[in-house]
């Protein structure tokens, strides 16, 4: 058969063949491909490996942090200057682009790296059978065809369709979101069968964790699963974040301003006879005050220094304005495994001796109490059924169950959940399989559906202790163990018990696993079924589950409180999802869960108007995942995901936050995200959250801050032309204020700590700008006081015989020191909107009280040496000036004290802190 048949010409989905098609569509055979064979399919399907996409280059870098609208204005300005030779004005505006630039290109420089995290993750070497022999190559040589040997410890290095196998079980977390190892065997599956019971497919990069298998290669490289969420990666852009939209529409809306009045202005100083140099010199000077330079500068380090802070609270922020999103976030999707829950099997019910005993207790450390009802149970109190159960959960055990620094598991999750258990009850493991040594065992397997073990408990007694699948156990006893140590007949009462509690298992959605054991006189010549299916004494059942963190219990009721919802995606079967979404706290519109079948027979409008009543998803895939943010998205809600898959990578780079799990996520995952975690769990999240709107209240009095101070100076400029005074600042003052003397006050307002619970706030509207109504008009309110003030002092310090288009340096030293000082008291006042600085504490933020100490001390460096009269054209001012100078200063803080007593911006929230 033609190699043209071969794999890309079939449609119909490799895990509904039979064995025989398989070979047949790959034209391959058990004895494996030929050396001929694998160079032509080399050559025609590439090499198996993830195609890199290139990181961006420093020029790209450069160029993405300089396409800005406020850096082309700033841009402008500089060439402006320099055109009108004015090299100081250039130089500083200059300088002001250039630390924007490094800035921004060190904290993006790590941004597009999933590719090469996925790329790692790839097996390097793989066991192929060719020519009728057994091969290790490189995992990159293996090519459609090839039947590769699948061991213990290894990964799969291509997706494969399983041929023979035993006892294999494959770890496709990563991929499925599915927190147990996937069962495999051979056979076919119905079409459309979801990826994660796909049981007959193994997929590129999952681990094999038991068992051993053969496979045919069918998909390899970008072809694989893998490669297309490579692929769906490379594809999915990053949305700009609302920060983005909000500064790039301010920018606009401030440099068209900026640029209007210098037009005006120059056309008005031109009709009145001024100079036309000193004009556009003057209008220049306009431009750059409307413009605050310094607040791309200002806001990135306000991010940054919240990023820090939020880093001590466990969030690493990849991404700056990621971090101004959070505050908004009005919908949280989470994963369950891991972040919700702890990713730790914990035994929670055990049923024996007619006895229904709860344990306390979550996770791996063996901290917990037995109770029965209210009470708790004493060891000399146990049934003689629960300790023997208590004794299978050891020596029908494989795990192991250690602490060093901490409590470490070793094998299966379910089994060392029993371990766990048998501690928590008192017992000694490794004391008790010293005593009680394994002689024989049948391991388990999904064809029997239990495991048994064989031991010798005395000189000349055996017992056999078996666990499994209930509805199995169940048909192997004739007897049960009850409260007393007697054994009875199982008949249909005790079998109808067993069933209730099942059931009742089931209500709570925890995983049932039955015990049973048979004493025997001597040891078989080699254990077989026939021994252990029949004859046994039904011990009792063990339920367990993974439990919800208490931490994210209790955060996920503090976010929803917040406004903020909550949506659980996972991989597990719909029945556990929904128990452990209401043993969370999840809000439930409806008890539906909708899977990912769901979701394939939904059409994008349906699952857009649906998804407003829909809290739980299960068994959805990579792209079920993207479509459910999607959905979202086009619903105007401001998303945050978490992952820790690689299956989670599309969709954590395309949501507006990408949350990451640092300790179990993948480096894909990390890549892919705008947040990593350092601790997984949920309750990081909402801490994240609550920072991220502190931050965004800290950047409103920035941002308010800096524009009262861009529209203060335009006031100045503009009312003293319209008025014919000389120019009473220079363009170097103004930068002089705008990006040096604000910068030691602007830089602690971002780092306000918060006056109330914003928690207990709803999340602001996605589309809110960044300058509110009540900020404009506070703005607006403020600035001509500070204008006048300016004004009044420059006014008063002419020369008699002042003429318009002179320059008088000692008035405008004045001037200029007067409007700096304004920004001294405007920074405190800054503070809050509605509440009076004395009542949120006078010397509670103490970075803005230094920070206002060095303005001032730069203000006077500048006005007393040699160097500030060089370079600002300066000229000392008389001490006496300074009784005049800080008494007008201080008149825009007592005059915003007098409308906040009147709630002019608005009133407080009941739980502001006073």
Same mark, same amino acid.
């Given at each position: 058969?033609?190699?043209?048949?071969?794999?890309?010409?079939?449609?119909?989905?490799?895990?509904?063949?039979?064995?025989?098609?398989?070979?047949?569509?790959?034209?391959?055979?058990?004895?494996?491909?030929?050396?001929?064979?694998?160079?032509?399919?080399?050559?025609?399907?590439?090499?198996?490996?993830?195609?890199?996409?290139?990181?961006?280059?420093?020029?790209?870098?450069?160029?993405?942090?300089?396409?800005?609208?406020?850096?082309?204005?700033?841009?402008?300005?500089?060439?402006?200057?320099?055109?009108?030779?004015?090299?100081?004005?250039?130089?500083?505006?200059?300088?002001?682009?250039?630390?924007?630039?490094?800035?921004?290109?060190?904290?993006?420089?790590?941004?597009?790296?999933?590719?090469?995290?996925?790329?790692?993750?790839?097996?390097?070497?793989?066991?192929?059978?060719?020519?009728?022999?057994?091969?290790?190559?490189?995992?990159?040589?293996?090519?459609?065809?090839?039947?590769?040997?699948?061991?213990?410890?290894?990964?799969?290095?291509?997706?494969?369709?399983?041929?023979?196998?035993?006892?294999?079980?494959?770890?496709?977390?990563?991929?499925?979101?599915?927190?147990?190892?996937?069962?495999?065997?051979?056979?076919?599956?119905?079409?459309?069968?979801?990826?994660?019971?796909?049981?007959?497919?193994?997929?590129?990069?999952?681990?094999?964790?038991?068992?051993?298998?053969?496979?045919?290669?069918?998909?390899?490289?970008?072809?694989?699963?893998?490669?297309?969420?490579?692929?769906?990666?490379?594809?999915?852009?990053?949305?700009?974040?609302?920060?983005?939209?909000?500064?790039?529409?301010?920018?606009?809306?401030?440099?068209?301003?900026?640029?209007?009045?210098?037009?005006?202005?120059?056309?008005?100083?031109?009709?009145?006879?001024?100079?036309?140099?000193?004009?556009?010199?003057?209008?220049?000077?306009?431009?750059?005050?409307?413009?605050?330079?310094?607040?791309?500068?200002?806001?990135?380090?306000?991010?940054?220094?919240?990023?820090?802070?939020?880093?001590?609270?466990?969030?690493?922020?990849?991404?700056?304005?990621?971090?101004?999103?959070?505050?908004?976030?009005?919908?949280?999707?989470?994963?369950?495994?891991?972040?919700?829950?702890?990713?730790?099997?914990?035994?929670?019910?055990?049923?024996?001796?007619?006895?229904?005993?709860?344990?306390?207790?979550?996770?791996?450390?063996?901290?917990?109490?037995?109770?029965?009802?209210?009470?708790?149970?004493?060891?000399?109190?146990?049934?003689?059924?629960?300790?023997?159960?208590?004794?299978?959960?050891?020596?029908?055990?494989?795990?192991?169950?250690?602490?060093?620094?901490?409590?470490?598991?070793?094998?299966?999750?379910?089994?060392?959940?029993?371990?766990?258990?048998?501690?928590?009850?008192?017992?000694?493991?490794?004391?008790?399989?010293?005593?009680?040594?394994?002689?024989?065992?049948?391991?388990?397997?999904?064809?029997?559906?239990?495991?048994?073990?064989?031991?010798?408990?005395?000189?000349?007694?055996?017992?056999?202790?078996?666990?499994?699948?209930?509805?199995?156990?169940?048909?192997?006893?004739?007897?049960?163990?009850?409260?007393?140590?007697?054994?009875?007949?199982?008949?249909?009462?005790?079998?109808?018990?067993?069933?209730?509690?099942?059931?009742?298992?089931?209500?709570?959605?925890?995983?049932?696993?039955?015990?049973?054991?048979?004493?025997?006189?001597?040891?078989?010549?080699?254990?077989?079924?026939?021994?252990?299916?029949?004859?046994?004494?039904?011990?009792?059942?063990?339920?367990?589950?993974?439990?919800?963190?208490?931490?994210?219990?209790? &955060?996920?009721?503090? $976010? @929803? !409180? %917040? /406004? =903020?919802?909550?949506?659980?995606? #996972?991989?597990?079967?719909?029945?556990? &999802?929904?128990?452990? $979404? @209401? !043993? %969370? /706290? =999840?809000?439930?519109?409806?008890? #539906?869960?909708?899977?990912?079948?769901?979701?394939?027979?939904?059409?994008?409008?349906?699952?857009?108007?649906?998804?407003?009543?829909?809290?739980?998803?299960?068994?959805?895939?990579?792209?079920?995942?993207?479509?459910?943010?999607?959905?979202?998205?086009?619903?105007?809600?401001?998303?945050?995901?978490?992952?820790?898959?690689?299956?989670?990578?599309?969709?954590?780079?395309?949501?507006?936050?990408?949350?990451?799990?640092?300790?179990?996520?993948?480096?894909?995952?990390?890549?892919?995200?705008?947040?990593?975690?350092?601790?997984?769990?949920?309750?990081?999240?909402?801490?994240?959250?609550?920072?991220?709107?502190?931050?965004?209240?800290?950047?409103?009095?920035?941002?308010?801050?800096?524009?009262?101070?861009?529209?203060?100076?335009?006031?100045?400029?503009?009312?003293?032309?319209?008025?014919?005074?000389?120019?009473?600042?220079?363009?170097?003052?103004?930068?002089?204020?705008?990006?040096?003397?604000?910068?030691?006050?602007?830089?602690?307002?971002?780092?306000?700590?918060?006056?109330?619970?914003?928690?207990?706030?709803?999340?602001?509207?996605?589309?809110?700008?960044?300058?509110?109504?009540?900020?404009?008009?506070?703005?607006?309110?403020?600035?001509?006081?500070?204008?006048?003030?300016?004004?009044?002092?420059?006014?008063?310090?002419?020369?008699?015989?002042?003429?318009?288009?002179?320059?008088?340096?000692?008035?405008?030293?004045?001037?200029?020191?007067?409007?700096?000082?304004?920004?001294?008291?405007?920074?405190?006042?800054?503070?809050?909107?509605?509440?009076?600085?004395?009542?949120?504490?006078?010397?509670?933020?103490?970075?803005?009280?230094?920070?206002?100490?060095?303005?001032?001390?730069?203000?006077?460096?500048?006005?007393?040496?040699?160097?500030?009269?060089?370079?600002?054209?300066?000229?000392?001012?008389?001490?006496?000036?300074?009784?005049?100078?800080?008494?007008?200063?201080?008149?825009?803080?007592?005059?915003?004290?007098?409308?906040?007593?009147?709630?002019?911006?608005?009133?407080?929230?009941?739980?502001?802190?006073?």
């Amino acid at each position: 058969m033609s190699l043209e048949k071969n794999p890309d010409t079939n449609t119909t989905p490799w895990y509904t063949l039979k064995k025989d098609n398989i070979y047949e569509q790959l034209d391959t055979s058990p004895e494996g491909l030929t050396s001929e064979s694998v160079q032509k399919r080399l050559e025609k399907y590439g090499p198996n490996e993830l195609e890199a996409e290139s990181g961006p280059s420093l020029w790209k870098l450069i160029l993405k942090q300089l396409r800005s609208p406020l850096i082309y204005i700033l841009l402008g300005a500089t060439a402006l200057s320099l055109a009108m030779q004015h090299y100081t004005d250039a130089g500083v505006i200059f300088f002001i682009v250039i630390f924007n630039t490094v800035l921004g290109i060190i904290q993006e420089y790590r941004a597009e790296k999933a590719l090469s995290a996925l790329y790692e993750l790839t097996a390097p070497h793989a066991r192929v059978i060719r020519e009728d022999k057994e091969h290790e190559i490189e995992a990159r040589d293996v090519v459609p065809g090839d039947v590769v040997i699948l061991k213990t410890g290894s990964r799969v290095p291509a997706d494969a369709r399983l041929i023979e196998s035993e006892e294999l079980q494959i770890d496709e977390s990563a991929l499925t979101g599915e927190s147990d190892p996937a069962q495999k065997e051979p056979g076919s599956v119905e079409k459309d069968t979801p990826l994660a019971d796909q049981h007959n497919m193994v997929f590129m990069s999952t681990a094999v964790t038991n068992g051993w298998g053969k496979a045919i290669v069918v998909s390899t490289g970008m072809d694989s699963q893998m490669g297309e969420i490579a692929g769906q990666v490379r594809e999915t852009k990053r949305e700009e974040t609302p920060l983005q939209k909000r500064l790039a529409g301010l920018a606009k809306i401030l440099g068209i301003s900026g640029i209007g009045l210098g037009v005006v202005l120059f056309g008005l100083g031109l009709l009145r006879g001024h100079d036309i140099v000193q004009m556009a010199l003057f209008s220049v000077a306009l431009a750059v005050s409307a413009i605050p330079e310094g607040l791309p500068a200002v806001i990135s380090v306000t991010l940054a220094l919240g990023v820090k802070r939020m880093t001590k609270r466990g969030s690493i922020v990849r991404r700056l304005p990621a971090v101004e999103t959070l505050g908004s976030t009005t919908v949280i999707c989470s994963d369950k495994t891991g972040t919700i829950t702890r990713n730790e099997m914990t035994v929670t019910r055990v049923w024996a001796g007619n006895q229904t005993i709860t344990l306390t207790g979550e996770g791996y450390v063996p901290e917990g109490q037995l109770f029965v009802g209210e009470e708790t149970l004493d060891p000399a109190d146990y049934s003689p059924a629960l300790e023997q159960l208590v004794h299978v959960s050891i020596l029908n055990n494989d795990s192991k169950h250690e602490k060093d620094d901490e409590w470490t598991i070793e094998g299966d999750p379910t089994e060392a959940a029993l371990l766990v258990l048998a501690r928590k009850a008192g017992k000694d493991p490794d004391e008790l399989r010293q005593k009680t040594p394994r002689i024989d065992e049948i391991p388990f397997s999904s064809k029997y559906k239990y495991m048994a073990t064989l031991h010798k408990d005395s000189e000349s007694g055996y017992t056999l202790y078996v666990k499994g699948a209930p509805e199995q156990i169940m048909q192997f006893c004739d007897r049960m163990l009850d409260e007393k140590g007697d054994t009875v007949a199982m008949n249909d009462d005790t079998q109808q018990s067993i069933k209730d509690q099942l059931q009742d298992m089931a209500n709570d959605a925890l995983r049932p696993l039955a015990m049973a054991m048979k004493p025997m006189d001597q040891q078989p010549d080699d254990l077989q079924a026939e021994h252990v299916e029949s004859g046994l004494i039904f011990l009792g059942l063990t339920g367990m589950v993974d439990p919800p963190r208490k931490k994210a219990i209790e &955060a996920i009721e503090k $976010a @929803q !409180k %917040a /406004g =903020i919802r909550v949506i659980m995606i #996972t991989g597990d079967q719909p029945d556990t &999802a929904r128990a452990v $979404a @209401q !043993k %969370a /706290g =999840i809000e439930l519109a409806s008890d #539906t869960v909708l899977t990912g079948v769901d979701l394939d027979d939904m059409s994008d409008e349906d699952l857009q108007k649906d998804i407003n009543e829909i809290n739980v998803f299960a068994r959805v895939s990579p792209s079920h995942k993207l479509r459910i943010v999607s959905a979202l998205q086009n619903n105007k809600e401001i998303v945050a995901m978490t992952g820790d898959g690689v299956n989670d990578a599309p969709a954590l780079k395309s949501v507006d936050i990408g949350v990451a799990m640092g300790g179990t996520g993948t480096e894909v995952a990390k890549e892919a995200a705008e947040m990593v975690l350092t601790k997984d769990d949920f309750a990081t999240i909402v801490d994240a959250i609550e920072e991220g709107r502190v931050i965004y209240n800290n950047l409103k009095r920035v941002a308010f801050f800096l524009l009262t101070t861009s529209l203060a100076e335009v006031l100045t400029l503009g009312i003293s032309l319209m008025i014919g005074l000389p120019l009473p600042l220079t363009a170097v003052m103004i930068l002089w204020i705008n990006l040096i003397s604000d910068v030691p006050a602007d830089i602690p307002l971002g780092i306000e700590p918060k006056h109330w619970d914003v928690l207990k706030q709803p999340p602001r509207p996605p589309d809110e700008p960044l300058l509110t109504t009540s900020i404009i008009r506070r703005m607006f309110l403020l600035a001509p006081v500070v204008a006048a003030g300016t004004l009044l002092m420059y006014y008063f310090h002419l020369p008699n015989d002042w003429q318009s288009n002179e320059m008088y340096p000692l008035a405008q030293t004045i001037a200029f020191t007067t409007l700096a000082a304004f920004q001294w008291f405007q920074a405190i006042l800054s503070r809050s909107s509605v509440l009076s600085v004395f009542s949120i504490g006078f010397f509670r933020n103490r970075w803005l009280m230094l920070g206002i100490s060095t303005a001032i001390l730069l203000q006077l460096a500048v006005v007393y040496t040699p160097f500030g009269h060089t370079l600002f054209q300066t000229q000392s001012i008389p001490v006496k000036e300074w009784l005049l100078i800080l008494p007008v200063a201080a008149s825009v803080w007592v005059f915003d004290e007098i409308l906040k007593q009147f709630h002019v911006h608005g009133r407080p929230p009941k739980n502001h802190k006073s």
